[in-house]
């Protein structure tokens, strides 16, 4: 009988994450899904402007800017200057889930992109990636997310594990695939992104409770994982 250990399986991800065949059917899906992330962020950043600077997104650009820091990476929409890869990521995974209408995969419960993309975004300004080597990195970070999303779903109750638990799957499959994506883009081989994989799941975090309690800091979810995945694929190199 084969090795079926957490240590086995992560192997085997993080091998798919590095050789991976992207198709041009896949190219067009990832295309799509990053100019949707976009658009949400946009789309986002402008009802914050126009509802005031209490709301999460805002909140957040202000905290991190405050953090310092010159990088490489932009934040959607802002004024202000570059970021180092993490904190960009942080805002703009923020951004991409504040209208809570980014793109969802419904067998896995999750919003898949809103973490990916803007990890992806961020990393493939930084270390000036290819298009090609951004867009392997979005597609094998969305398909860890789903894959892991997937496994956590009860079909007899219809729905996830993490929610039955009271987690959010969504910012823990999340802070995972943006791990991975990260980890490709640094060009790490594929014993280094499992390690950053593994790294990733002490990081991956966020409980559900603000969609019973009306709180907002769900929506900072997407973010800290895609924060989440960049150190967690930085500490692995």
Same mark, same amino acid.
């Given at each position: 009988?084969?090795? =079926?250990?957490? $240590?086995?399986?992560?192997?085997?991800?993080?091998?798919?994450?590095?050789?991976?065949?992207?198709?041009?059917?896949?190219?067009?899906?990832?295309?799509?899904?990053?100019?949707? $992330?976009?658009?949400?962020? *946009? %789309?986002?950043?402008?009802?914050?402007?126009?509802?005031?600077?209490?709301?999460?997104?805002?909140?957040?650009?202000?905290?991190?800017?405050?953090?310092?820091?010159?990088?490489?990476?932009?934040?959607?929409?802002?004024?202000?200057?570059?970021?180092?890869?993490?904190?960009?990521?942080?805002?703009?995974? =923020?951004?991409?889930?504040?209208?809570?209408?980014?793109? $969802? !995969?419904?067998?896995?419960? *999750? !919003?898949?992109?809103?973490?990916?993309?803007? /990890?992806?975004?961020?990393? /493939?300004?930084?270390?000036?990636?290819?298009?090609?080597?951004?867009?392997?990195?979005?597609?094998?970070?969305?398909?860890?997310?789903?894959?892991?999303?997937?496994? #956590?779903?009860?079909?007899?109750?219809?729905? #996830?594990?993490?929610?039955?638990?009271?987690? !959010?799957?969504? #910012?823990?499959?999340? =802070?995972?695939?943006?791990?991975?994506? +990260? +980890?490709?883009?640094?060009?790490?081989?594929?014993?280094?992104? %499992?390690?950053?994989?593994?790294?990733?799941? #002490?990081?991956?975090?966020?409980?559900?409770?603000?969609?019973? =309690?009306?709180? $907002?800091?769900?929506?900072?979810?997407?973010?800290?994982?895609? !924060?989440?995945?960049?150190?967690?694929?930085?500490?692995?190199?």
């Amino acid at each position: 009988m084969g090795d =079926t250990s957490v $240590t086995e399986f992560v192997k085997q991800l993080a091998q798919f994450a590095y050789g991976a065949k992207i198709t041009a059917e896949i190219r067009k899906d990832v295309t799509e899904r990053i100019l949707d $992330t976009i658009g949400n962020s *946009l %789309a986002g950043r402008a009802e914050s402007i126009k509802s005031g600077a209490h709301e999460p997104d805002l909140a957040v650009e202000r905290a991190v800017r405050s953090w310092g820091g010159v990088g490489k990476s932009v934040v959607i929409g802002g004024n202000g200057g570059l970021l180092p890869a993490a904190s960009a990521a942080l805002i703009n995974g =923020t951004l991409a889930h504040v209208l809570d209408f980014d793109d $969802t !995969h419904l067998p896995s419960v *999750l !919003h898949p992109s809103a973490s990916i993309i803007p /990890a992806a975004l961020a990393v /493939a300004q930084e270390v000036e990636a290819t298009p090609d080597q951004l867009i392997h990195a979005i597609a094998i970070g969305i398909e860890i997310c789903n894959r892991l999303g997937m496994a #956590s779903y009860i079909p007899e109750i219809r729905n #996830s594990l993490f929610f039955e638990k009271g987690f !959010h799957a969504t #910012s823990i499959c999340g =802070t995972i695939g943006a791990a991975a994506a +990260a +980890a490709y883009l640094y060009g790490l081989n594929a014993d280094r992104i %499992a390690d950053a994989m593994g790294i990733a799941v #002490s990081m991956g975090a966020g409980v559900i409770e603000a969609n019973r =309690t009306g709180g $907002t800091v769900k929506r900072i979810h997407c973010g800290w994982a895609a !924060h989440g995945g960049i150190t967690a694929a930085a500490f692995a190199r």
